[in-house]
T-cell receptor, first 114, second 111 residues
Framework: DSGVTQTPKHLITATGQRVTLRCSPRSGDLSVYWYQQSLDQGLQFLIQYYNGEERAKGNILERFSAQQFPDLHSELNLSSLELGDSALYFC?????????????FGQGTRLTVV | ELKVEQNPLFLSMQEGKNYTIYCNYSTTSDRLYWYRQDPGKSLESLFVLLSNGAVKQEGRLMASLDTKARLSTLHITAAVHDLSATYFCAVRLEGTYKYIFGTGTRLKVLA
């Protein structure tokens, strides 16, 4: 167990809908990273937050947004969902603003858009 | 744009054999990470390589980093079935907090 908790584990929803994925980092970790894993795109970096502030942005669609709250948990909001958004979404956390040691990954949320 | 490529993408090997997975990246980076992923599971950290020439070993796996060549290797010695998994390298885009993963190498060790 990495100590990073993601909920829900599975999510099935229809096209056009909006969902929220939640991530609780390891105790004491200030950074949260979101990744999308799909068969055709591999592991894609979406966004990083450090202590509530956005620090790095990757290939995140405009339909997607994220935030990190004062208690350091993070939410990834996906809206106007398309079939192609079906993927495994991972959250990772690290103590500092970067991976001085390594980042610890949660179990992921598997999103299926039908 | 930082590109991280691994080869091979797929590797099927016999138990007891040795093999090397390569991770090439396209721009300057000083940090490289190796992760393992079992099917449908999360990513587990294997190695953190923070400087040129760094070499780390754990059991049958050994990782090295050559920042000048922009190359890392993951060497497998005397493979066993339990090593079957997908292995990813990840590289930090220098000057940022973006960590970019490679394409992954799916390893299958045959008994």
């Amino acid at each position: 167990d990495s100590g990073v908790t993601q909920t829900p584990k599975h999510l099935i929803t229809a096209t056009g809908q909006r969902v929220t994925l939640r991530c609780s980092p390891r105790s004491g970790d200030l950074s949260v990273y979101w990744y999308q894993q799909s068969l055709d795109q591999g592991l894609q970096f979406l966004i990083q937050y450090y202590n509530g502030e956005e620090r790095a942005k990757g290939n995140i669609l405009e339909r997607f947004s994220a935030q990190q709250f004062p208690d350091l948990h993070s939410e990834l909001n996906l809206s106007s969902l398309e079939l192609g958004d079906s993927a495994l979404y991972f959250c990772a956390s690290s103590p500092g603003s970067g991976w001085n040691t390594e980042a610890f990954f949660g179990q992921g949320t598997r999103l299926t858009v039908v | 744009e930082l590109k991280v490529e691994q080869n091979p993408l797929f590797l099927s090997m016999q138990e007891g054999k040795n093999y090397t997975i390569y991770c090439n990246y396209s721009t300057t980076s000083d940090r490289l990470y190796w992760y393992r992923q079992d099917p449908g599971k999360s990513l587990e950290s294997l190695f953190v390589l923070l400087s040129n020439g760094a070499v780390k070993q754990e059991g049958r796996l050994m990782a090295s980093l050559d920042t000048k060549a922009r190359l890392s290797t993951l060497h497998i010695t005397a493979a066993v079935h339990d090593l079957s998994a997908t292995y990813f390298c990840a590289v930090r885009l220098e000057g940022t907090y973006k960590y970019i993963f490679g394409t992954g190498t799916r390893l299958k060790v045959l008994a």
